[in-house]
């Protein structure tokens, strides 16, 4: 098969969708002037239908070019359009959405898209405590609807702390409009809004979602517990139900389990092929599902070049000159650090014999070239998110869903020699809850569990992603600040010090509030993993014997 | 059974029939013949004797149903599917177009990362059909 360079490609796409986007943007402009001067007359019957085949000819095409709420917007008209003319209703509101259609999509066209479905969008949720710049901008857009005034200022404050940008609105016509102009985040909906019974919340919440293609992520509160309600927001696509005394740090943690799936960095893949074309075309396809793809077409370099790039899922040609993929999968098998990577073998012929002999050997699935691009992108997204849920699950704390004690050591092992070899500085943070004995015995474990949730969301949140994070015991974490010097870093945890202890967590129908100490301390050279940790754990100590609730950077 | 190599396309829309070779001739290692209207690949289609036919439902003059039509007349494309596209409207619409013959339908807005495949798979399930 003969296989245009994948840049090549991807420029022609992209130059594509730059062309069809100017061409919708004046075809939008063009419909808005030709229903202008449109009635529902009888010899304006012919202009409707040309219309009608214009809205149909973009339903059919924007979402192939990545304007999918523009396609599905025109569908929409057009259909309410088909029947307005069969059944001769009024054409008036029809008119009327057709004339805003362009000034409504206009944000999205003055954007140049490119991403095209399917593919994995980046989400800019990933914001930098450590740069003091970083604006609101990039913070998730959370709308919230609450009548109750008080609580949903507090319900804003909160999630501010955990970097959401977010909005009350106590209208829901506003939050409708609000959603227009642009869609948030995520939605947080009082179902008890206005006193109209249980469901008026969620009736605005179905209209706006009813206007947006994509799925907006819809959080409900509610005072009842009953079914009906429940069922409903089921079958309205709300994505968590909270029920009343509200608990904003319950919110502020189911916000952030949902958009942390977002953030996870993309799956890494990859590839060896002597057949460069091969190689090019299978990099374009996973590349455009969202995966960070390196090729290889010499085997013999392959544990070089994984130790660089710690593949999620490795894929090998089974005939290649040098060496066979399973002789090479040997090779990578010997090596005991890669024994979780997932193996997947292509091969040109589907000689079930030499696909037993090669799955004996090492490996976990054979494919058959020519393979389907989405046969391929199926195939190794399963193993790729198996194996990262598996190494998720082997090293992640069940609780918090932070790194362990062992692995957080590790991890900060490598990350010293690469501060090192970097010339990078880098800090370390001992940090604890204080007096998180009292909390267990005052109001039991479960809520214990809760303060050291909400701490572990907060420190996830607010921290960069190439920060280290790990429970180091019960109530103690241990952080590890990447690129950062001893100032900032203790200005970042006195900052996250002030968020905690704002938060107020609810037990038995009492509030408190909590707080935490640390010790921080900038690595120096010839630091190892212990003595760092131990020097950290002594600043740690003599914030508590100051007083609790600081952080120290001095000896 | 044979491979899936030659895709004769008709669709009246430029954009469409640009990004339609790419995703088939560039991703797909397909050979495409676009044509831009029904008669014109009424003309070719014989000479480019293609493996299966792509062809769009709403076209000016000859729409798709009208098209194929025309085409079932050409000697050379006895056995070739035929495989609609089409932006979706109601989830009958669909049987009508295989009422009509066609062995397929594929809704349009389309994936272009996935319309080599898609056609793939509809050929594969339209050759095991036939043998079977």
């Known amino acids: 098969m003969d296989h245009n360079p994948v840049d090549i490609v991807q420029e022609r796409l992209r130059q594509l969708r730059e062309d069809y986007r100017l061409w919708l943007d004046d075809e939008l402009n063009a419909l808005t002037g030709k229903v202008e001067g449109l009635t529902g007359d009888t010899h304006h019957r012919v202009a409707w239908l040309e219309v009608r085949n ?4 973009i339903a059919g095409g924007a979402g192939t070019f990545g304007f999918c709420d523009i396609g599905e917007a025109c569908r929409e008209l057009e259909m309410q359009l088909d029947e307005a ?12 959405s057709l004339m805003a259609l362009h000034e409504r999509f206009e944000p999205a066209l003055d954007a140049t898209i490119s ?3 399917g593919q994995a969008e980046a989400i800019p949720v990933n914001t930098a405590s450590s740069v003091p710049n970083a604006t609101a901008k990039a913070y998730p857009r959370v709308y919230i609807l609450e009548d109750d005034e008080t609580l949903g200022h507090q319900l804003c404050q909160i999630l501010a702390s955990f970097h959401y940008a977010a909005t009350l609105f106590v209208d829901g016509l506003a939050l409708q409009q609000a959603c227009r102009a642009q869609c948030p985040d995520a939605l947080i909906l009082d179902l008890h809004f206005a006193d109209d019974g249980a469901a008026e919340g969620l009736a605005i919440g179905e209209a706006i979602q009813h206007e947006t293609t994509a799925q907006l992520p819809i959080f409900a509160t509610e005072e009842s517990q009953r079914f009906d309600v429940q069922l409903r927001a089921v079958r309205a696509g709300v994505e968590g139900f909270l029920t009343r005394p509200l608990d904003p740090i319950r919110l502020a943690e189911m916000l952030e389990v949902h958009l942390r799936g977002h953030r996870a960095a993309p799956m890494r893949v990859l590839m060896v092929d002597d057949d460069a074309a091969t190689l090019d075309y299978h990099r374009l396809v996973l590349e455009t599902a969202g995966f960070s793809v390196t090729t290889l077409d010499q ?13 999620d899922v490795l894929v090998l040609d089974v005939s290649m000159p040098q060496c066979s993929g399973p002789e090479l999968a040997q090779i990578v098998r010997y090596h005991s650090r890669w024994l979780q990577v997932p193996i997947v073998y292509l091969s040109a012929s589907g000689d079930a014999r030499a696909q037993l002999t090669a799955m004996t050997k090492a490996g976990d699935d054979f494919m058959v070239k020519p393979i389907a691009p989405e046969a391929l992108v199926a195939a190794v997204t399963a193993r790729a998110r198996r194996a990262r849920t598996l190494a998720t699950a082997l090293s992640r704390d069940g609780l918090t869903g932070l790194l362990k004690h062992a692995d957080i050591k590790e991890q900060l092992g ?6 090192r070899r970097r010339q990078q500085p880098l800090c370390v943070v001992m940090l604890d809850i204080d007096h998180f004995k009292r909390v267990n015995d005052t109001y039991g474990h479960l809520v214990g569990d809760e303060v050291i949730r909400a701490l572990a969301n907060l420190l996830s949140r607010r921290l960069r992603e190439s920060d280290l994070i790990g429970r180091y015991g019960g109530e103690e974490f241990l952080l590890v600040l990447n690129d950062c010097e001893e100032p900032q870093a203790v200005r970042i945890v006195d900052e996250l010090r002030e968020a905690f202890a704002r938060f107020s967590f609810l037990a038995d129908q009492q509030s408190f ?11 120096s050279a010839g630091n190892g993993v212990e003595t760092l940790i131990g020097r950290a754990d002594q600043r740690l100590y003599r914030a508590k014997s100051e007083g609790r609730n600081r952080v120290v950077a001095a000896d | 059974m044979a491979v899936l190599q030659r895709v004769l396309h008709v669709d009246d829309d430029e954009s469409i029939s640009a990004i339609t070779r790419i995703a088939l001739e560039s991703i797909g290692g397909l ?12 003309e070719q289609a014989a000479a480019f004797s293609p493996d299966l036919l792509l062809i769009d439902v709403m076209m000016p003059d000859m729409d798709g149903p009208a098209t194929l039509a025309a085409l079932a007349e050409v000697v050379a494309l006895d056995g070739v599917p035929v495989v609609f596209m089409t932006a979706k409207t109601q989830p009958g619409d669909h049987q009508e177009y295989i009422d009509l013959g066609a062995t397929a339908v594929i809704v349009k807005p389309f994936d272009p990362m996935a319309l080599a495949g898609k056609l793939e798979s509809i050929w594969t399930d339209f050759h095991g059909s036939q043998s079977g």
């Open chain 1, 299 to 311: 085997p013999e370099l392959v544990l070089e070049v994984m130790e660089n790039f710690a593949p």
């Open chain 2, 31 to 42: 050979q495409v013949l676009s044509c831009n209207s029904g008669r014109v690949a009424v």
């Open chain 1, 54 to 57: 214009r809205l149909h000819k």
């Open chain 1, 115 to 117: 991403v095209l479905s």
């Open chain 1, 414 to 419: 490598a990350a010293l020699a690469q501060a």
């Open chain 1, 513 to 523: 509030a909590c707080t935490y100490s640390a010790g921080v301390l900038q690595a």
């Open chain 1, 85 to 96: 003319l069969s059944t001769g209703r009024a054409l008036d509101d029809i008119k009327h």
